[in-house]
């Protein structure tokens, strides 16, 4: 009779260690997303930017974009506060995931959970406010404009929903959760 080898799952340290590195880095590129729909919230473009902005969707044939269209955009956008809903989602997304990313590292079972909650926050958030966005566009913009903020909707939630999955994986991989339990180291000292 041959014996059968054990089929003990041992700990996975280094993966969540990497993953906590993708996803720190991850907060500082959300972070600057969030703070650039802060702005457009409270700022707006000047006529120069928009110009310059428009240049280009403008040469691709189609209907053109004015600048009162964009202005008209812009007023709709903020009116239903879709800068400022995605800026706030994606500033607390990113603040999650910073906070969560480092005790990730330290293997703590909670800097999972927090990077999880701030990767659905920021799906959540940043779909929702892109369509409320992409609506404004289809009603105001040129036929290039309203393709570019079309796809600015599936590419944020193809994003925020690759970063749920890498911040949620550490939870869902058995080695990765064993590396993640605390340890518990029994002492028997003789007497």
Not at 29 to 39: E, P, R, S, T
Request: charged content about 15%; overall charge negative.
């Amino acid at each position: 009779m041959t014996a059968v080898p054990s089929m003990e799952v041992r700990p996975d340290e280094k993966g969540p260690k990497n993953l906590a590195v993708i996803l720190f880095l991850s907060s500082i590129i959300v972070a600057g997303m969030g703070w650039q729909d802060w702005q457009m919230h409270n700022d707006g473009l000047t006529d120069e930017q928009i110009e310059t902005f428009l240049a280009t969707p403008n040469s691709q044939g189609g209907e053109p974009t004015t600048v009162d269209q964009y202005r008209d955009f812009e007023t709709d956008v903020r009116a239903e506060n879709g800068y400022l809903l995605r800026g706030v989602s994606l500033m607390l997304a990113s603040l999650c995931l910073f906070v969560g990313a480092p005790m990730l590292y330290r293997l703590q079972r909670n800097g999972a959970r927090l990077c999880s909650i701030g990767a659905l926050i920021g799906l959540v958030g940043g779909v929702y406010c892109s369509m409320i966005i992409n609506d404004a566009a289809q009603n105001n913009l040129g036929e290039a404009m309203k393709l570019t903020y079309q796809i600015w909707v599936y590419l944020c939630g193809t994003v925020m929903g690759l970063c749920l999955a890498v911040a949620a994986l550490p939870l869902l991989n058995a080695r990765a959760r064993l590396a993640l339990h605390p340890r518990v180291d029994l002492v028997q000292e003789d007497e």
